[in-house]
């Protein structure tokens, strides 16, 4: 690694910034690009930019940040929301929140689209020396983080996407577990305060240009007291406010979506609500992969070494729903299916081929990596402590929110039948070969060159890696063709387990209806 002074923006936070060099691509299959980020940031963060900066030329942080930073600017202020002074301000607000860790834009920012824009910030990250948690600098980054959503559309948007992420690392450093009742607090809390703090902002900016939405009447109550002293008042005070307010500008805002490389980039480790992975994570060295400690499990040893075990402690589905219900009400959209951060590539270690078949690389932490029809697209595993699939997730990097959050709940799904014992046999017979875009050439797995959907590329690719079915071959490039015909097997419900058989005249007072239609 080599490293140079950084580049200097003068009159700005960039000026002086030392940056460190290196070359890092965002996934095994593409060729290392240059990047530059700030010194002391560790590569992993590179590796986060390599996938946010579109191209394959070198990405600069300050560069690329600069780029959507002068959009919302310009955009804002052609639209009257604040004049050149208040550019100025809210400009370098944001080069602070991201230097600081605290706060970043989504993947969709970064790439120069502004439909689906969010911005997230990183609960860790305000965690103070003294083990406190910087409040009135989290309602300033969440008021900032409005500002920024509402310029980048010009003032158009009244539905914007502000969340945050990391809740597990912010609990791990308080010491609590994730099930704990007090766990649920202080999640209750955080999220009391972002909603109010949200919406305080959005009355601010209606009390200029005009209310577009009425304010709540009535409103949860947040805790009575967590274990981040004044938390509980802060977000009282905060939502006590909002009501208060003669109209909000927005409908919406507090929105926890599922994560992308942003979060990466920050050095969070889980979207959302979602509970922490564990205790350790591995690393590629110059002496080969390594296991090291998550940030997650370094907060809680500071904290009490001998309990980070506890604290990290796989979590139930009942745990994970009990949380949920605490944060839902002060959310304006219900969060996804809870998925790990969409982070760079961890590094590759090999499994033998399944019966003779070519060996695919899986990453340690079960994350397979493939280009479906010009798409990227990552697919998340976890095993029980047998090594059998209890659990998918995907990543799809090109795809809106709207097809995200469906395949995000698809994968739920599976996940939950897995581990009440549906088969995966029965899973890969439902959902190979189902056609939908992208579909076609597939690059990356050695295994399987053709598939005639995401889903039909991740079922065959578990067949293969855990059942060593040989018997679904690849599709023709006909298959794949966006007007290819399925055939009468496809046309079948789509359902992971066989339907009861029926009797032949109940088959038939089913199928008359049908026929009537014709």
Known sequence: MTRTPGTRIMGTLWE??????HKLSAD??????????????EEEAGQALAALVPGEGPASLPRAAEAWIGRAMTRGQKAGLFDARGAIHLAEGLRAMLLARRGAPGAEVWRGQSQEARYVLNLPAFLEPDGGFDLEGYQEAVALGVRFLDALSGGKATRLRLGFADLAGLLAALGLSYASEEARAVAAGISALTRGAADGESTRIAARLGAREPVALLWPAPPDATAIPGLAVAAQFALDLAAASPGLRHQQILALDAADAAEALLGAETAGIFPAAGATRVVET??????????????AARLDPDRVGAILAPVSESARRALTDAVMPFLHVAPPAPVAVAG????HVERPAARGLLAHPRAAGGTFHAV???HRIAMRTAEDADGRLREIAFTLAKEGSAYRSLMDAFAQAVSIGLQRGAPLDAFADAFAYTRFGPAGQVDGDPAITRATSVLDWA???????????EDLPQPTEADCAPDALSTPAQQA???PLDLPMLAPADTTKRRAPRAALH
Do not use: Q
């Open 372 to 374: 479906v029809g010009g």
């Open 459 to 469: 079922f065959r690719r578990l067949a293969l890696e855990y059942l060593g079915r």
């Open 16 to 21: 002086g910034l030392r940056l460190a060099r």
């Open 286 to 299: 110059d002496t080969g992969a390594v296991e090291l400690p998550t940030r997650a499990a370094m907060a």
């Open 493 to 495: 419900p789509l359902l």
């Open 28 to 41: 095994p299959d593409a060729a290392p690009r240059p990047v530059a980020i700030p010194a002391g940031w």
């Open 344 to 347: 760079p590539p961890r590094p």
